[in-house]
């Protein structure tokens, strides 16, 4: 969905469709024949959707957009014409997708059973240009010299009817898509680095095609923000009560989680295990105002504290990470220290040269996580232990790239940090001047 955007004054900037807004079909028979229609339509398809999870219960979709050349833009209610998707989706999901920042919008389309064999992701084609402003609206100023009208993104979509200036902005994110992406994939074949993306879109499908399960999964009150806080089997049992009681809740009346009680005040409550209402509505955040909900949810706490300990869920160990914070490496690893300060420099500076911001190739934590694996296997390697050869044990140029293979990296950038990094950090200390 597109953001608002600052345009200059000889910017043209768009307030509706040029061909008109077209209204939004939720029969059954006029859900299937716009799959027919864009089927029959020729190139690649682009797809957005606008939902509603502020309000809602979850984050399914409330409007579908798509524009396909020769078809037309079509505006889709799901809610309505849910029975159409699959006949629709057997029309379109063979298609190439072009979304504008598709991890989120796969997830609510994966659920309807709309899902692509191959996905274009232009938000991810505009950092992999190295551009600091992605949103849609920036990128179609910029790329084509149009502005997009103010946005109604945070809009309650599960309006009915929706209003007309809202369907005009949702369909003016699909209005220029295609265009979008043509210009983006034609600068990053000219850099080399139209594979990246296509790398990167591959992840994100395979990332997001759970979602073809639907909504539900991994929904669960281990999710819950800040639980980690709960380190007693007890506050983790009541959490899972005050969690199961919220969702079911706000699952009947079709209202965000958040809307009966927000995290944070969950948690607190299940930390604080208060044993009378005044405890209770102190919290802050709590509901106190809302008739009943001091003792019904003091009744929750009750009753899960009150369950046989056999039935609460245990508090997870953290997992055993033996990298001590990275401050610390100069006093008691130099040589880490060292390999951190070196790689990030180089990090820092092969960015700066093929203009790529630096967290799209490894984040701040990952740097350093990757340094102490090559400082763990230097110190734990047979040359090291027998010979205290240090530089003798760091792994090769092939090993790094395949580590970080196997801790998620695309190849691009796997084979990218391996090389700089083996180049610059690594040869430097096996052969010093």
Request: charged share 25%.
């Amino acid at each position: 969905m597109s953001s608002d955007v600052e345009t200059s004054p000889d910017v043209e900037v768009r307030l509706a469709p040029a061909e008109g807004t077209p209204r939004v079909l939720s029969d059954i028979d006029e859900i299937i024949d716009a799959g027919e229609q864009l089927a029959k339509g020729h190139g690649w398809l682009a797809v957005d959707t606008e939902r509603a999870s502020a309000y809602r219960y979850d984050d399914r979709a409330f409007l579908l957009q798509f524009r396909r050349r020769g078809a037309g833009t079509f505006l889709i209610d799901p809610e309505d014409g849910r029975k159409a998707m699959a006949v629709f989706g057997s029309s379109v999901n063979d298609l190439t997708w072009i979304i504008h920042a598709a991890h989120s919008d796969l997830p609510c389309l994966a659920a309807l059973g709309l899902y692509p064999t191959k996905v274009i992701d232009t938000e991810l084609a505009g950092r992999l240009l190295g551009l600091e402003r992605v949103n849609l609206a920036a990128l179609t100023e910029r790329l084509l010299g149009v502005g997009l009208a103010k946005g109604h993104g945070r809009e309650d979509w599960s309006t009915r009817p929706l209003p007309a200036d809202w369907l005009d902005y949702a369909a003016l994110d699909v209005e220029l898509l295609i265009e979008l992406a043509e210009v983006l994939c034609q600068a990053l074949a000219e850099l080399d680095r139209l594979e990246w993306l296509e790398q990167e879109c591959e992840r994100e499908l395979a990332t997001n095609r759970k979602y073809l399960d639907g909504l539900h999964v991994g929904h669960s009150w281990q999710g819950l923000k800040g639980i980690g806080k709960l380190r007693t089997s007890e506050q983790l049992h009541v959490a899972r009560a005050l969690w199961t009681e919220r969702d079911e809740i706000a699952q009947q009346r079709d209202v965000s989680p958040t809307h009966i009680m927000g995290h944070s005040v969950l948690r607190t409550i299940a930390e604080q295990l208060p044993g009378t209402q005044r405890e209770l509505t102190a919290i802050r955040g709590f509901p106190r105002r809302r008739r009943g909900a001091a003792d019904a949810w003091l009744k929750i706490v009750n009753e899960a504290r009150q369950e046989p300990r056999s039935s609460w869920p245990k508090p997870q160990k953290p997992p055993r990470n033996e990298m001590p914070h990275f401050r610390r490496w100069a006093e008691h690893a130099p040589q880490a220290a060292e390999i951190f300060e070196t790689t990030r420099d180089c990090i820092d500076n092969v960015c700066a040269q093929i203009h790529l911001r630096k967290d799209t190739l490894i984040t701040s934590a990952q740097t350093r996580e990757l340094v102490w694996w090559i400082h763990s296997r230097a110190v734990g390697s047979f040359v090291f232990r027998h010979h205290d050869n240090y530089a003798g044990g760091l792994p090769a140029v092939t090993e790094i790239s395949a580590h970080l293979s196997e801790q998620g990296f695309r190849p691009w950038q796997a084979h990218l940090l391996a090389d700089v990094i083996g180049a610059n950090v690594l040869a430097p200390m096996r052969h010093p001047l």
